[in-house]
């Protein structure tokens, strides 16, 4: 046996499995129909296990019998062509990887505060009810239902000295259809609320089946805030009846920033909004790149963190985004391998700066598919601290 022709060949196959999964990342975050994705879904479930099968039959065993031979110079152009993909394949794994835990050390998080709670434990069951894919959620190690709550200090660098300590509950991708019970997400919200946010911003994908609506009341609109309630809608509202989901959360009070901008004051201080529901519904806000005054906070609401870009060139000071759930599924020592964006895993969830330029990415309640693991679901209170509280890092 030939070891270390078998360890290339190994490197081949994860470079040819990255490929897939960075095709089907980015073209599931492009707005294309269910049966395109379908299709491209079926051929990535069946190449990922049967190709490597090929190639250690047609590399390892047969033609050049990589496995006990070192003939790579007798491979076939067509062979050559294909190993030379996949080691681009292999070079981008090691890159995603590598950035995966270079890009989660940004210095604007000053502190991270975070607790656990079980909710199957608090409630004496998992709170699983008869929507699709129950049998995900009865899965053993599955961390569904074990929500992290986390207090993150963020050093805002443009943050007017009002605003300082000025606090956000971040809260993003509820997906509520059934599956995962109205029990769980009423008790995640009443935690919620016991971290006293200032601001609730909730950042798309409420529901998954449209009557799960009528959970509405006993469970996000129980969250309050003296200084308002602000929301996004995602892709999954989009597919359902995402007029009346809007209208049933404006009624409520909420404040709809899809595709809106508002210019409102939080202690005095001029706070511009501004969400997008891009490429799913209405348009970016109508934001000129530069703020009218330095002095106030832009906050840029996105569904998708494929537009961190568009908030870093419009000056946004603070960019929240949902969607990708944090991967859901994180390989230990690999991270996240799924994440629906043009930018793959990079931003899945997470801390990330550009500039003077902020974004928290959330990894979401719930999901359609409730399974995670190494990815607790979150809620995440985020404490906005102005240039000086650079000072007070080392006390800390
Ligand atoms: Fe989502």
């Known amino acids: 046996m030939n070891y270390g022709n078998l360890f290339w060949l190994a490197c081949l196959v994860i470079g040819h499995t990255q490929l897939w999964v960075a095709l089907m990342n980015r073209l599931h975050a492009l707005p294309l129909g269910h049966k395109t994705l379908r299709r491209y879904r079926i051929l990535h479930d069946v190449a990922i296990p049967l190709v490597p099968l090929w190639m250690l039959y047609g590399l390892g065993l047969t033609g050049p019998q990589l496995l006990w031979n070192d003939h790579w110079r007798s491979l076939s152009p067509g062979w050559i062509l294909f190993c030379a993909l996949c080691a681009l394949g292999f070079l981008g794994f090691v890159f995603s990887v590598t950035r995966h835990y270079l890009e989660r050390l940004t210095p604007k998080l000053l502190k991270l505060d975070s607790t656990v709670q079980d909710i199957a434990k608090k409630l004496g069951q998992k709170p699983i009810g008869a929507g699709p894919y129950q049998s995900l959620a009865w899965l053993p190690f599955n961390e569904q239902f074990q929500i992290e709550l986390n207090t993150k200090k963020l050093l805002i660098p443009e943050l007017p000295q009002e605003l300082d300590q000025l606090s956000i509950l971040h809260i993003s991708d509820t997906h509520m259809c059934g599956t995962v019970a109205q029990e ?106 530069e703020k009218r005054d330095p002095k106030t906070l832009r906050i840029f609401l996105t569904h998708t963190p494929d537009y961190y870009q ?52 959330s990894r979401g309640v719930s999901g359609q598919h409730p399974l995670r693991f190494h990815c607790k679901p979150e809620v995440t209170k985020l404490m906005l601290c102005a240039q000086t509280v650079n000072d007070q890092r080392g006390s800390e």
């Open 184 to 289: 769980y997400f009423e008790e995640v919200c009443r935690l919620s609320q016991e971290l006293n946010p200032d601001v609730v911003i909730f950042t798309g994908d409420l529901l998954d089946q449209m009557e799960a609506l009528s959970w509405f009341d006993s469970t996000l609109n129980q969250l309050s805030a003296p200084l308002g309630r602000y929301f996004i809608l995602g892709n999954h509202d989009d597919e359902l009846d995402e007029q009346t989901i809007r209208s049933t959360m404006q009624n409520a009070g909420w404040i709809d920033l899809g595709g809106h901008t508002l210019i409102t004051q939080w202690r005095d201080c001029d706070v511009e909004l501004g969400g997008s529901e891009v490429p799913w519904m209405n348009g970016h806000p109508d934001w000129p790149t």
């Open 310 to 361: 568009w908030g870093v060139k419009h000056s946004a000071d603070l960019v929240l985004a949902g969607h990708n759930h944090g991967g859901q599924i994180r390989i230990p020592l690999i991270g996240p391998v799924y994440s629906p964006s043009k930018t793959g895993t990079r931003y899945a969830a997470g801390t990330f700066s550009s500039g003077k330029t902020v974004m928290h990415v």
